[in-house]
């Protein structure tokens, strides 16, 4: 009986850990490499502390957004992950709850561009999208590598820019971009239309998605519009020679961001989630494994490590683009694309 007892007491004991570790917290996150990177490298680490399980939820951001809107009155998700673009969109719609300090104590230490609008959520990684282009392609064709938003009109391009549409945000930020640098801007977009249809002209390829690497693999692409760090990632991976350009009018921040669900349920764990992914150790990790420039002011890079990311100075230089503004004149601007630009 007392070894009967003592078993007893000992499953006892390992049933209440694991209930204790039952608490769950629904993470909607983006699937492929970063979903991976994500379970492999960054989230077993918050299990254990918190001793709290995870529920991974692959999707994209404006699928998210979807979601959310679904499911306001009963929420599902504790923590989605947005680009800032559609991100703006959630916290319009109310479906968003306001980050603080008490929940967040890193919140201090992040670069206030990576704040969103009214506490509303929160970058975990700062990216700029410029111009990314194949040294080989370029030097077989005699072609001197591009400094601007407008070389991508250059003839002599022409059937080798590869472009996302304006349904994402390397389409819509190189129309943006070739306004502004054609003096014109979020009011004024004739400029942009102007030279989007000059490099329309030179597009092989009008991309829905934001993955470029088939295109350069393949000897289609040999310039495009990307961020750093996925021109980065692909380049560790494959040890395809690509460069990044920051055009001289100016490269455009892009946040993948954080954001706690308005009455999630269970909001108090997602916050420890997102303190988690803004620690200074986290943010390293970001940094190596997925090419982001830490939004943590405690982080330190040594130079081989921070080379090709946004880090430190880098960060002051880039342009935030107002989403706000963008997305209530992006239906206007879709039509007009699909009328003027892919026809």
């Known amino acids: 009986m007392p070894k009967f007892r003592t078993a007893f007491l000992s499953l006892f004991t390992a049933l209440g850990c694991l209930s204790a570790q039952a608490e769950e917290v629904v993470f909607a996150c983006w699937g492929g490499a970063s979903q ?11 299990e254990k502390q918190y001793g709290a399980t995870v529920r991974y939820v692959p999707g994209g951001s404006t699928y998210f957004v979807s979601q959310l809107q679904a499911q306001k009155a009963a929420p599902e998700i504790d923590v989605a992950c ?4 559609p991100q703006s969109i959630a916290r319009e719609l109310g479906l968003l709850e306001p980050l603080t300090a008490a929940q967040v104590p890193a919140i201090p230490d992040i670069l206030p561009a990576a704040i969103g609008k009214d506490n509303s959520g929160v970058g975990y990684g700062m ?12 030097s077989a064709a005699g072609i001197e590598p591009p400094t601007s938003w407008n ?24 129309l943006m971009m070739l306004a502004r640098t054609n003096g014109g801007g979020i009011d004024n977009m004739e400029p942009g239309f102007a030279k989007m249809k000059e490099v329309a002209a030179n597009v092989g390829s009008f991309v829905k998605g934001t993955d470029m690497t088939p295109y350069f693999q393949q000897g289609e692409a040999w310039i495009t519009v990307w961020t750093n760090s996925e ?9 395809f ?95 007009r694309w699909n009328e003027e630009i892919e026809r």
């Open 36 to 46: 991976q990177n994500f379970q492999t490298n960054i989230l077993p680490g918050f």
């Open 127 to 138: 990216l700029a999208m410029g111009l990314v282009y194949s040294p080989e392609a370029l």
């Open 241 to 335: 020679p690509l460069e990044f350009v920051f055009p001289k009018e100016g490269a455009p921040a892009v946040m993948p961001m954080l954001n706690l669900v308005k009455n999630a349920p269970n909001s108090k764990m997602g916050a420890n989630l997102i303190a988690y992914l803004l620690s200074p150790e986290t943010q390293k990790q970001f940094a190596l494994s997925s090419k982001l420039g830490p939004v943590n002011t405690k982080v330190t890079l040594s130079e081989d490590e921070a080379k090709g990311l946004i880090y430190g100075k880098a960060a002051d230089s880039l342009i935030n683009l107002d989403w706000s503004a963008m997305n209530a004149k992006r239906p206007e601007w879709t039509k």
């Open 151 to 174: 070389d991508l009109a250059d003839p002599r391009f022409k059937g080798h820019v590869v472009l996302g549409t304006i349904d994402n945000t390397p389409g819509l930020f190189a």
């Open 82 to 85: 947005m680009d800032d673009g």
């Open 231 to 239: 021109m980065n990632r692909f380049v560790s991976s494959s040890g």
